[in-house]
């Protein structure tokens, strides 16, 4: 199976619309039976933040996507930028490093970022 990793640094609140994008892609992929893996970094992590609007379409997108089972991982040194707790992590999302970044894109046939 083709492994695909999705870095995104992208905010979900950028007017460019590439969180959106990136989400997309993603259930795109896993609707090919690809494995996929997101990991969210910089700006890309306030796809996690429970402040996002309810009716924001990143929100039910990768609610739907974490569901279906998207492996999500969330770069540590971020939330502690952003002054977040493990707390904020939703269930399928896991706190990682640029360490396991690396380890990822290793191990991927294709790397996209946004």
Request: aromatic content about 6%; overall charge negative; glycine content about 8%.
């Amino acid at each position: 199976m083709r492994k695909t990793l999705l870095i995104l640094h992208a905010s979900p609140l950028a007017a460019d619309q590439r969180a959106l994008t990136a989400l997309r892609l993603a259930g795109a992929l896993m609707a090919d039976n690809k494995e996929v893996r997101v990991f969210l970094v910089e700006d890309g992590a306030r796809l996690i933040d429970p402040q996002l609007a309810a009716d924001h379409p990143c929100r039910g997108l990768f609610y739907e996507l974490l569901d279906a089972g998207l492996e999500v991982q969330v770069c540590g040194a971020t939330l502690r930028k952003l002054g977040w707790d493990e707390g904020y992590l939703l269930p399928g999302v896991q706190k990682s490093s640029m360490k396991a970044l690396s380890a990822l894109m290793t191990e991927a046939d294709e790397v996209v970022t946004f």
